[in-house]
């Protein structure tokens, strides 16, 4: 099974929850320019706090997201 990246695996959360990134950053409190360099791996390790408010605004299990932000 290949896993996701954490860049993937947001994209895929954001469309099944049809969230935008605007929607995100929103819930968040996170900037759009931040959240578009992590989607698009551009930002390689994010802080555990900012993947604890994806986990939060996504209702997302965080091991599971800080898992593949490891994935590079």
């Known amino acids: 099974m290949v896993k996701e990246n954490l860049g993937e695996l947001l994209s895929r959360l954001m469309l099944e929850k049809n969230l ?5 950053s ?3 409190h996170i900037s759009r320019v931040e959240l578009n360099y992590i989607i698009i791996n ?7 706090n900012t993947i604890y408010k994806l986990s939060k ?3 997302y299990d965080y091991m599971k997201l800080y ?3 490891l994935i590079v």
Do not use: C, F, N, Y
């Open 20 to 24: 935008t990134v605007q929607d995100l």
């Open 26 to 28: 929103e819930l968040t």
């Open 42 to 48: 551009k930002v390689k390790k994010p802080s555990v």
């Open 57 to 59: 605004a996504l209702d």
């Open 67 to 69: 898992d593949a932000s």
